[in-house]
């Protein structure tokens, strides 16, 4: 399975004789993911077992355009392999929600990690240090400096069956989701007050009867849910009557859902 192609949002999953349910495009979700994460699992290749990746816990920032950002000192085995080899690749994966790493959102960026040039080095230092406070007490270390990914592809997963390849110029033009930073607390807000409503509104705009349904996840354009069901667990993904730009859109479009339901 491919990303959709620029422009058009990913399919759900739907069946062939149902209509599509919009969401983000591959590119615009892989974004998101970056933006939300702080750490990543870097794979570099060993100078000491060459052919063999290697891997490291790995901080990053990100520069205007969305690449990686890293402040590594050369003592460290991945500094070494970078500097006899570029190639890489940084693995970023969606805080498990849902009791399943499996069915959690993950990126993979490739690309070529090298030093970065003087001139680009003042405004990594300041948006590392925005992100990473802490890094305050080495970053001025002589062993330690500045190094970025210049990203060449990128392979996303959304979850089981929900997998395809961003090529670097989608990627790159994507944006983070609007809602990406309170996405976490509606979720909560919805799961812990508003059990009933996720009910009805899976029955009445999913079509699927459910006693217990929880929200995984939101965006945009809609939001996924989990349902427990005579047949075990399965996920649904639920339109917005409309696009939201920002919570407060997010709520006032949930709460005229919650009423149309009511009403049907």
């Given at each position: 399975?491919?990303s959709?192609?620029?422009?058009?949002?990913?399919?759900?999953?739907?069946?062939?004789?149902?209509?599509?349910?919009?969401?983000?495009?591959?590119?615009?979700?892989?974004?998101?993911?970056?933006?939300?994460?702080?750490?990543?699992?870097?794979?570099?290749?060993?100078?000491?077992?060459?052919?063999y990746?290697?891997?490291?816990?790995?901080?990053?920032?990100?520069?205007?355009?969305?690449?990686?950002?890293?402040?590594?000192?050369?003592?460290?085995?991945?500094?070494?392999?970078?500097?006899?080899?570029?190639?890489?690749?940084?693995?970023v994966?969606?805080?498990?929600?849902?009791?399943?790493?499996?069915?959690?959102?993950?990126?993979?960026?490739?690309?070529?990690?090298?030093?970065?040039?003087?001139?680009?080095?003042?405004?990594?230092?300041?948006?590392?240090?925005?992100?990473?406070a802490?890094s305050?007490?080495?970053?001025?270390?002589?062993?330690?400096?500045?190094?970025?990914?210049?990203?060449?592809?990128?392979?996303?997963?959304?979850?089981f069956?929900?997998?395809?390849?961003?090529?670097?110029?989608?990627?790159?033009?994507?944006?983070?989701?609007p809602?990406?930073?309170?996405?976490?607390?509606?979720?909560?807000?919805?799961?812990?007050?508003?059990?009933?409503?996720?009910?009805?509104?899976?029955r009445?705009?999913a079509?699927?009867?459910?006693?217990?349904?929880?929200?995984?996840?939101?965006?945009?354009?809609?939001?996924?849910?989990?349902?427990k069901?005579?047949?075990?667990?399965?996920?649904?993904?639920?339109?917005?009557?409309?696009?939201?730009?920002?919570?407060?859109?997010?709520?006032?479009?949930?709460?005229?859902?919650?009423?149309?339901?009511?009403?049907?």
């Amino acid at each position: 399975m491919s990303s959709s192609p620029a422009g058009k949002h990913a399919g759900s999953g739907a069946a062939s004789n149902q209509p599509a349910i919009p969401e983000p495009t591959f590119a615009e979700r892989a974004r998101t993911l970056m933006y939300l994460g702080r750490v990543g699992s870097l794979s570099t290749l060993s100078r000491k077992q060459p052919g063999y990746p290697f891997g490291s816990v790995m901080p990053y920032g990100l520069d205007e355009h969305a690449n990686p950002v890293f402040l590594i000192s050369t003592m460290a085995m991945h500094t070494q392999n970078l500097q006899a080899d570029p190639r890489s690749s940084l693995l970023v994966t969606q805080l498990d929600s849902i009791g399943d790493p499996l069915g959690a959102s993950r990126v993979t960026l490739l690309g070529n990690i090298l030093p970065l040039p003087e001139p680009q080095i003042a405004e990594a230092r300041k948006l590392y240090l925005e992100r990473y406070a802490n890094s305050k007490y080495w970053v001025d270390f002589d062993d330690f400096s500045f190094y970025g990914m210049d990203v060449v592809d990128v392979y996303y997963v959304g979850g089981f069956g929900v997998m395809g390849w961003v090529s670097a110029s989608e990627y790159f033009s994507a944006k983070p989701d609007p809602l990406a930073d309170t996405a976490a607390e509606i979720i909560q807000h919805m799961n812990t007050d508003h059990g009933d409503a996720l009910v009805l509104l899976a029955r009445v705009f999913a079509g699927i009867e459910s006693r217990d349904v929880s929200m995984s996840s939101v965006d945009r354009l809609g939001f996924h849910v989990r349902l427990k069901t005579e047949d075990g667990t399965r996920g649904a993904r639920i339109a917005f009557s409309r696009e939201v730009t920002n919570p407060t859109e997010a709520r006032k479009v949930l709460v005229e859902m919650v009423g149309q339901a009511r009403r049907m």
